[in-house]
């Protein structure tokens, strides 16, 4: 059924009854992370203690039919139905029947960019396999069908042989295979079609082995079919019609006589003895096998970032809009779905045009984007969204808890240790140029091949060499400030934020590169911001911004960060390394403008991507304030560890690296450590890679780390170390986690991160989480006081009373926490004032939190602060002040962080 996309001007949603149920207030979302181990029964099963923690809204990843055994959702292969591993439609409708009866809400996960297209299991991708250019499915995915060379023209290249083709062919690994009716390829647990008019000769050969009329008939048919360059929908639909009716006869044949598929079976064996036939067989298709490092330089189509099995799609087409939506648009109009988490939309063509397009179908919906903000830049005006999923607030929460005054001594050290300048500007043009070369060769490749082609049509430009245009094009995308400008042919499309980004990557490339001529880069300039009109010209700049997206997300992301261990608390996606905490005014500041731009955006501390989970950053900045201490640990630490290395391995950086995750995550053990510290060096990329693995870094690298966690005086010297900052660390994650809860925005909470969660970066961070510890937990916490729960700490007790009670707060007054509620700072007076962030939300909620907890050494002095009149009651203490200036120490003496609430109306 089609599903419509008109505004339904609806202030509720039809609930399966046909009732009208409002939208649920949004309080707070929690991310489920679902897979085949965790399904949407098991997300079902745990609304109820969500409900009761204060949860409003769960928020769901990609639930759309992925690839099987998919641990995540984002290899979407079908989206026209619900993921069977997860329970299909039916576990669906009990989720939202279970989230009903809670009265609260679902925000799910959606992945408009791009398609798994591994296997047989894409429909899709196999139709456009099979048809090429002629498939009515070839325009949904962002194939450049014109970019393919001579030597393979409008075909696929599909880099998935562990060899080169002939060798592979020749050793007998690819086979024909035929059953029911369909002829296809096997490569190992690959699988590929072939297309039926290639087939006509295989047909023939047994039509005369048999002297069968109808294999004879088939034969002509396949001959007669349109050949898949033709791509005129009449001839599409025409084809694909005599398609079928082949099929159809085929399998009829086959399943009626036995000498006719006796026949298709010797014909099939005796093409798989002769590599000649199956090469000239392989030659005819829609596609090219090929060795699978082909990829770096080759590929036709836009990838998701480097994976090969993640295809782009082309949302600008209303056509691929509508068949990839209809499922989420459905469930919105019939009110089981009340918010979107769009994934990765700098990857789109024009992402203000698709989130005008899914805006309007899905009116009165809170949309927010995965968008990746470099400091001091803001969403583009023109996206109707509520904002981004959160990494900007995680990056300006965090700076207050780190201490500038470690800055100078930690550079030293990392620049002691590493034996290199920390240059992390430069660190990361170098990385982001290395990821172009070597893993977005074939992106590159591609724009270099349009460029060569927009300077043949220019007189000016035409001397230039593809090398010189490709370093160009390099250059400037390496140079490029943010994950991409947003440049659009529409009037108005180029905005001054646009023209500043280019403009700043042409001058730094400019300065990088001097040997590069300086008109050729101003007319790539001029280019990039639609300046030279031109189809091809405007196809340059569209495309060049779906470029430097995959780059600064390989580049730095996924490289830098993991080369840059000056204080990785800092390395966040998001985040910037280079720069050292952020005062409590400063802080203040940003809030007001993020609450002033986009007061709805969602808050979080933790994600299924963060680098690191917000309790072990928490820790981690300590360091910032103890930089002498930990220099001398670190140095006595790798004097002793000398023993367990294997010669130089590991290396210094990387060994640094491994205490700094040691003093986040511990305690720990050598398999998650080992996991860990083997995929940071592979993103690194400097002695190991995921397409280079080094057998005998990786063994030395995997000793290093069990002899020295089964080396006592180095583990007891560690956790003397250690144990000091537990308890400020704890002090930290409060604070943070109260702020999230209470600032301008809408909160999430990652799974089982209300209790202490001291997860890495994936898959670490998807371990199971033990719901019915925390239910239970939840419950114990109603019998107990204060001073109870700190005692209690080791369990996570504090946080998830935080998290319980500032929920109940929001709940209770919600017009205290709306958009259009006030944010006030409110600054203490005293000796330690900065050590403290207070401001108060609506009319009625105060929040107090301490900073910089080591500095402090529990010792406020005589620091105040002047509460507005009223009696106010702290929800997680107990106690209740009256207005006017109170000692610090007396509102955080019973707990380490304070949430208040007016009891009386101001006079």
Request: hydrophobic share 40%; glycine share 8%; net charge negative.
């Amino acid at each position: 059924m089609q599903a419509s996309f008109g505004n339904t001007g609806r202030t509720g949603s039809a609930n399966g009854r046909g009732e009208q149920r409002a939208q649920p207030e949004r309080i707070a979302t929690c991310r489920l992370q679902l897979h085949p181990g965790f399904t949407l029964d098991d997300a079902a099963n745990v609304v109820p203690y969500l409900a009761r923690l204060g949860v409003s809204h769960v928020y769901l990843s990609p639930i759309l039919q992925a690839v099987r055994g998919s641990t995540h959702g984002y290899d979407v292969v079908d989206p026209s139905r619900v993921n069977e591993e997860l329970g299909g439609e039916a576990a669906r409708q009990r989720l939202g029947a279970a989230l009903e009866a809670a009265g609260m809400g679902l925000v799910l996960d959606i992945v408009p960019n791009h398609m798994a297209v591994a296997g047989d299991q894409n429909p899709w991708w196999w139709d456009v396999l099979e048809n090429g250019p002629a498939s009515p499915f070839a325009m949904y995915f962002d194939v450049d069908w014109e970019s393919s060379e001579e030597r393979w023209p409008n075909k696929v290249l599909l880099p998935v042989l562990g060899d080169h083709y002939g060798r592979v062919l020749e050793a007998g690994e690819i086979r024909l295979q035929y059953a029911d009716g369909l002829f296809g390829l096997a490569y190992y647990e690959h699988r590929f079609p072939l297309d039926p008019s290639s087939l006509n000769d295989l047909l023939d050969r047994a039509y005369r082995a048999t002297c069968i009329e109808r294999l004879g008939f088939l034969a002509e048919s396949c001959a007669r079919l349109p050949q898949p360059h033709l791509t005129a929908r009449d001839s599409a639909e025409r084809r694909h019609r005599d398609q079928d009716v082949i099929r159809q006869l085929l399998d009829d044949i086959t399943r009626q006589d036995s000498g006719a598929a006796e026949a298709l079976q010797a014909e099939v064996e005796r093409i798989n003895t002769d590599p000649d036939a199956l090469d000239a067989l392989i030659e005819k298709q829609n596609y090219r096998l090929a060795w699978w490092r082909t990829a770096g330089r080759d590929l036709g189509y836009r990838r998701f970032f480097d994976i090969n099995d993640l295809a782009g799609l082309r949302q600008e087409q209303e056509e691929v809009f509508r068949a990839v939506h209809a499922l989420p648009v459905r469930w919105v109009e019939e009110g089981s779905v009340h918010g979107l988490r769009v994934d990765h939309p700098d990857g789109l063509r024009d992402p203000a045009q698709y989130f005008s397009q899914l805006s309007r179908a899905c009116p009165d919906t809170w949309i927010v984007a995965e968008k990746i903000l470099e400091p001091g830049e803001s969403l583009p005006d023109d996206w109707p969204i509520a904002g981004t999923t959160g990494y900007d607030f995680l990056n300006r929460v965090q700076g207050l808890f780190v201490d500038p005054a470690g800055e100078a001594p930690l550079t030293r050290l990392f620049e002691e240790l590493a034996g290199v300048e920390a240059d992390y500007p430069e660190l990361v043009y170098d990385s982001k140029r290395q990821v172009l070369k070597d893993l977005l060769g074939s992106e590159l490749n591609r724009l270099s091949s349009l460029f060569v082609d927009i300077c043949e049509r220019h007189r000016r430009h035409r001397d230039y060499t593809r090398h010189e245009l490709y370093l160009a094009l390099l250059e400037v995308a390496a140079c490029f400030p943010v994950y991409r400008s947003y440049v659009s042919p529409r009037e108005g499309g180029v905005t001054m934020t646009d023209v500043g980004c280019v403009e700043t990557a042409i001058e730094q490339a400019t300065e990088h590169r001097a040997e590069l001529d300086k008109e050729l880069l101003q007319f790539l300039r001029d280019l990039l911001l639609l300046r030279i009109p031109g189809e091809r010209e405007t196809e340059l700049a569209l495309r060049f911004q779906q470029l430097t997206g995959p780059t600064m997300a390989k580049g730095v992301e996924d490289t830098a960060l993991y080369r840059f261990p000056r204080l990785t608390a800092l390395n966040e996606v998001g985040g910037d390394p280079d720069h050292f905490g952020m005062s409590v005014d400063a802080f203040h500041d940003a809030t007001a403008q993020a609450q002033g731009r986009h007061p709805e955006a969602m808050l979080a501390t933790s994600t299924h991507d963060s680098k690191r989970s917000e309790d072990v950053r928490a820790r981690l900045v300590l360091l910032s304030e103890i930089p002498g201490a930990w220099a001398q640990s670190v140095r006595r630490w790798m004097r002793h560890n000398a023993r367990h290395r294997t010669g130089e391995w590991p290396d210094p950086a990387t060994e640094y690296l491994y205490y700094q995750t040691l003093i986040g995550a511990w305690p720990i053990d050598a398999e998650r450590m080992t996991a860990y510290m083997e995929k940071a060096t592979r993103e690194a990329k400097q002695h190991n890679s995921w397409t280079h693995p080094q057998a005998d870094y990786e063994q030395a690298l995997r000793d290093f780390v069990a002899d020295t966690l089964e080396d006592p005086g180095f583990c007891e010297a560690l956790d003397s170390f250690l144990q000091p900052l537990v308890g400020p660390g704890r002090s930290n994650s409060l604070a943070q986690t109260l702020i999230k809860l209470t600032a301008p925005g809408i909160p999430d909470l990652y799974q089982g991160s209300e209790l202490w969660d001291l997860s890495l970066v994936d898959p670490d961070n998807r371990r199971p989480v033990d719901f019915a510890t925390r239910a239970r937990l939840l419950e114990e916490l109603a019998h107990l006081s204060p001073a109870q729960i700190i005692a209690r700490a080791d369990e996570g007790l504090p946080k998830q009373w935080v998290v319980h009670q500032t929920l109940a707060l929001r709940r209770r007054h919600p017009e205290w926490f709306r958009p259009d509620a006030a944010y006030t700072p409110l600054r203490a007076n005293g000796e330690r004032t900065t050590h403290a962030v207070a401001y108060q939300r609506g009319a009625g909620a105060l929040v107090l939190v301490p900073r910089l907890v080591l500095g402090l050494a529990d010792d406020w002095r005589d620091t105040r602060l002047p509460l507005p009149p009223g009696n106010w009651h702290n929800r997680l203490s107990g106690e209740t002040l009256e207005g006017g200036e109170r000692p610090v120490a007396e509102i955080l003496g019973a707990f380490p962080v304070a949430l208040l609430e007016r009891e009386e109306p101001m006079p």
